[in-house]
């Protein structure tokens, strides 16, 4: 009786990380790492959220550190959507700063969807760290070549700091 209980405890544990495969999280604290890139000299060594550095956006920097990936690369599996976010600090509740996730084609040289969340929408606090959520769903015909981008970005020169970016593919 002990060892068909142990095996159904090792079956249920098995089952139970098969289910997390069906998640691929790719994540980074600004501090480096594969498919992340750094916005034009954004990354600064202030108060972070983690590790030792933030990506800064300002009137000289719209873009911050951010994620750039192809889409086909990330898995074998058909991806609908993506959930992402980030750690951001503002100096101004009203900000026109949005966490960006969208997809872009090479060969039909175009975007082919775009998300922009508003983060003094989940903001309410300045000089705070505040984690800001979004999600994207994916064309159910994506092209070969697309290729997924995330990151912040100040239109109009916004003060802001980010850290700690994950995004989430399903």
Sequence with gaps: MKS?????IVILFISSCT???KQITFSSSVDGAYGWVNGTN??????????NSCSKIDSLNP????F??????ISKNKLTKADFSAWV?????????SLVASIWSDKKNSQ??????????????????????GEIIFPKDLPDDAVIKFYVWSPKGDVAFIDDLEISFY
């Excluded at 873009?63 to 951010?66: E, H």
């Excluded at 750039?68 to 690369?73: A, E, F, H, Q």
């Excluded at 000089?127 to 800001?132: A, D, I, P, R, S």
């Design 42 to 51: 954004t990354i600064v060594s202030v108060s972070s959220h983690s590790g």
């Design 89 to 97: 600090k503002v100096e101004n509740i009203k900000n026109e700063i």
């Design 4 to 8: 068909y209980t142990c095996l159904f």
């Design 112 to 133: 082919l969807q775009w998300v922009g969340i508003n983060v003094s929408e989940q903001i309410k606090t300045i000089n705070k760290w505040t984690l800001v959520k």
């Design 68 to 73: 750039v990936y192809s889409i086909k690369d």
């Design 63 to 66: 873009y911050s550190f951010g």
């Design 19 to 21: 289910e997390d495969k």
